[in-house]
Antibody
Framework: QVQLVESGGGVVQPGGSLRLSCAAS????????MHWVRQAPGKGLEWVAFIRYDGSNKYYADSVKGRFTISRDNSKNTLYLQMNSLRAEDTAVYYC????????????????WGQGTLVTVSS | DIVMTQTPLSSPVTLGQPASISCRSSQSLVHSDGNTYLSWLQQRPGQPPRLLIY???NRFSGVPDRFSGSGAGTDFTLKISRVEAEDVGVYYC?????????FGGGTKVEIK
């Protein structure tokens, strides 16, 4: 069965950095685009970033562009999110999520989500 | 960005009765490839989101048939034919037609 397990969350000071990881299993990771989506405490869902199945293209929400970098290592079945210049408003649970269809050029729908990892930006 | 607006914000429902959630997009969700990338997600308390419906009306694997989706263009609806206790949670619509996925604000379904 599909499993997505995030790690790397924690408490960080404003201006600091953190790298999240998402270990994938149960499907051919290299065939699917992947997303990071976040949810601030008590709030709704906000898309953060998407990377194509082969890593050839990456897209970001305006709120994180220039500060966050999405990447993947298909040999390790792992997705990453490097977060720099963190702000209080980045505090959220970060989910990695899998695209529903393989070899897509662009997103279509998200079919599986991890349990999430909490990032808290606070002094 | 495409703005997704859900109504109602909250839906108290009697067990066994139907529930309906509406989602409206600020522009048409018909993609240049002819598909409409509108999905519905369920988030139970303390859980990650779970896919229910994709491309307007396709029920995802394992989703009970009491859930159904419909609509076109900018107006979409999720219906639960007979609400069960396990359906309590927040429901989100999501569009992927335009890059930069966007979500509705969520509708909380609770039991009366």
């Amino acid at each position: 069965q599909v499993q997505l397990v995030e790690s790397g969350g924690g408490v960080v000071q404003p201006g600091g950095s953190l790298r999240l990881s998402c270990a994938a299993s149960g499907f051919t990771f290299s065939s699917y685009g992947m997303h990071w989506v976040r949810q601030a405490p008590g709030k709704g869902l906000e898309w953060v970033a998407f990377i194509r199945y082969d890593g050839s293209n990456k897209y970001y929400a305006d709120s994180v562009k220039g500060r966050f970098t999405i990447s993947r290592d298909n040999s390790k079945n792992t997705l990453y999110l490097q977060m720099n210049s963190l702000r209080a408003e980045d505090t959220a649970v970060y989910y990695c999520a899998k695209e529903g269809e393989g070899y897509n050029w662009n997103p279509e729908y998200v079919d599986y989500w991890g349990q999430g990892t909490l990032v808290t930006v606070s002094s | 960005d495409i703005v997704m607006t859900q109504t109602p914000l909250s839906s108290p429902v009697t067990l066994g009765q139907p529930a309906s959630i509406s989602c409206r997009s600020s522009q048409s969700l018909v993609h240049s490839d002819g598909n409409t990338y509108l999905s519905w997600l369920q988030q139970r308390p303390g859980q990650p989101p779970r896919l229910l419906i994709y491309k307007i009306s396709n029920r995802f694997s394992g989703v009970p048939d009491r859930f159904s989706g419909s609509g076109a263009g900018t107006d979409f609806t999720l219906k639960i034919s007979r609400v069960e206790a396990e359906d309590v949670g927040v429901y989100y619509c999501m569009q992927a037609t335009q890059l930069g996925l966007t979500f509705g604000g969520g509708t909380k379904v609770e039991i009366k």
